[in-house]
């Protein structure tokens, strides 16, 4: 098995990157558009290339198989070349060395004299310079394959057999002929595939037109007649050449996938996330911006691209450790729910996943500008202390990260950065300082559901803002430590038996709260948001 790792280093338009693994297993790249997910995946894609020719933005290279471990850095001209080997507990050095305009090539094999070797101002490839595991790092690099996100693939080919449909996937349809005409157990697979991600497919077809040539035709289960490939959606036809390449491509290939999920539904999304993972015997490193597939792929590694004046970032937010999967487990979240935000707040129930994005709307913090993701937590009652889980999340994630719980579980928290608890019981009793507010969110609620024999009129007439303040203040004085969603219970039940529900008046009274009703919160908020 090999460990392949890469990273970026003095590249121009990327910043110094920590390493990405490659290999094995399969990982992700994630961000927001125009941040350089396509460049990296080409950049990596290029390694054979650049062991010829590197560039400015050839990375570098950790190989560590059963016998070597290998780092290589093969960019640009003298001096940065380098190869280090580690075999049998020796270690092999390869330099440039001297002046720019007069290099060498130094080779420093433990237990032997230097051996110098004397070039004039040549290109560094390694294989120009015919530096150790040579045969061994082809091989790697050959492994390979880039798909990129847009792939034109026509529905009528030529009927020259092809093993495996290219990258561009213009000889798609010559794939599918040939492993067709040869019913190989790939074939039968990959039918059955489409025809489970695609229910209205029951057959794949390639029917001859005209003497050397076929055209590809998925069967309609339901209408009984054969569409051409070219008539049945870009997403339709990207998918096959996905599904066609992992099968029909020799095992053990490093799988290079932008956008894989592309103009598919989300349910296809799953299915070909469990595809995916049902053929490990390739590696693969996906570009993509759905957390829908991410969340089906359940990915070994993750990281999120960001971009700014030193260019693009790549930051891991979620391996294969053992205890990151184990911390996310217990507070119920799943990677694709972390991977595309910066920051992320954490709250308790799912109505506060609601209500909470239109208070910080409220207090003037655009969450699409900050990139934060407001996210329900639901773990975490029972397995360790809810502050460890949130505060060993952050660390391990390197995130910004919040949790707010209701102040009647303060004892939960201590004292803690990450882990805060509201100054009041819970988040409606924030509400009950704004009446108006209160007032306001009923009567909305009232006007959109008209509840039968219900006369608004007269209950606007009964019940004024200056009702309702007295109601909430007789309550309160009554008993200052009950949660603020059971005197709206009561209130909604003197006020005509209308009952309260948080994701129905909650989140408007939310929506009118007055800034002045939420300056603690805003106080408790505002580590994470600036």
Not at 67 to 74: A, E, F, H, N, V
Request: hydrophobic fraction near 40%; charged fraction near 25%.
């Amino acid at each position: 098995m090999s460990f392949i790792q890469i990273r970026f280093r003095d590249t121009p338009g990327i910043a110094d990157s920590e390493w990405i693994q490659i290999a094995p297993g399969i990982g992700v790249l994630t961000g927001r558009n125009n941040v350089g997910k396509s460049r990296l995946m080409i950049e990596i894609s290029r390694l054979l290339d650049d062991m010829t020719n590197p560039g400015e933005a050839t990375p570098e290279v950790h190989l560590r198989e059963d016998d070597i471990d290998l780092s290589l850095d093969m960019r640009g001209h003298p001096p940065p070349t380098r190869f280090d080997l580690l075999r049998g507990g020796k270690k092999v050095e390869v330099r440039w060395e001297g002046q720019p305009n007069q290099p060498q090539f130094v080779v420093r094999d433990e237990g032997k004299n230097d051996e110098r070797m004397g070039y004039a101002f040549v290109p560094t490839g390694i294989a120009q310079v015919g530096v150790p595991e040579r045969d061994r790092l082809i091989r790697t690099f050959s492994r390979l394959v880039y798909l990129p996100p847009q792939r034109f693939i026509p529905a009528t080919v030529p009927t020259t057999p092809v093993d495996v449909p290219a990258a561009q996937g213009a000889d798609l349809g010559q794939a599918i002929y040939k492993h067709r005409n040869a019913m190989t157990p790939q074939f039968a697979e990959f039918e059955a595939t489409v025809a489970e991600m695609i229910p209205e497919v029951s057959a794949v077809l390639t029917d001859p037109i005209a003497s050397g040539q076929v055209t590809i035709k998925l069967r309609d289960r339901f209408a009984r007649f054969d569409v051409p490939l070219d008539r049945a959606g870009t997403g339709v036809a990207q998918l096959l050449h996905l599904v066609a390449t992992v099968l029909f491509l020799p095992t053990g290939r490093i799988m290079l996938v932008d956008e894989p999920q592309l103009h598919l539904h989300p349910g296809a999304e799953k299915l070909l996330a469990r595809f995916i993972r049902r053929h490990a015997e390739h590696d693969y490193l996906f570009s993509t911006h759905s957390s829908v597939f991410i969340n089906a792929l359940k990915p070994d590694r993750a990281w999120l691209l960001s971009r700014d004046e030193a260019g693009t970032h790549v930051r891991s937010v979620f391996n294969e450790s053992l205890a990151k999967s184990a911390v996310l487990a217990e507070l119920g979240l799943e990677a694709g729910d972390i991977v595309l935000a910066e920051k992320i707040l954490l709250v308790e129930g799912p109505s506060d996943e609601s209500i909470y994005p239109i208070l910080l709307r409220r207090l003037g913090w655009d969450l699409v500008r900050q990139n934060c993701s407001v996210l329900r937590l639901s773990g975490a009652d029972t397995a360790r202390p809810v502050r460890e889980l949130v505060e060993g999340l952050a660390r391990l994630l390197n995130l910004r990260i919040l949790l707010i719980v209701d102040g009647d579980r303060r004892d939960l928290v201590g004292h803690s950065a990450i882990v805060q608890a509201l100054p009041v019981p819970d988040i409606e009793s924030l509400f009950l300082r704004d009446p108006d507010a209160v007032a306001a969110g009923f009567a909305e609620a009232l006007e959109d559901s008209h509840p039968p024999g219900f006369d608004l009129e007269l209950w606007r007439h009964e019940w004024p803002t200056d009702r309702i303040a007295r109601f909430i203040s007789e309550r309160r004085e009554q008993q200052p430590d009950r949660k603020g969603a059971s005197i709206l219970a009561d209130l909604a039940e003197g006020m005509g038996h209308l009952g309260y529900k948080k994701v129905v008046h909650g989140v408007r009274i939310a929506d009118r709260l007055s800034v002045d009703a939420m300056s603690d919160l805003s106080a408790l908020v505002r580590p994470l948001m600036e």
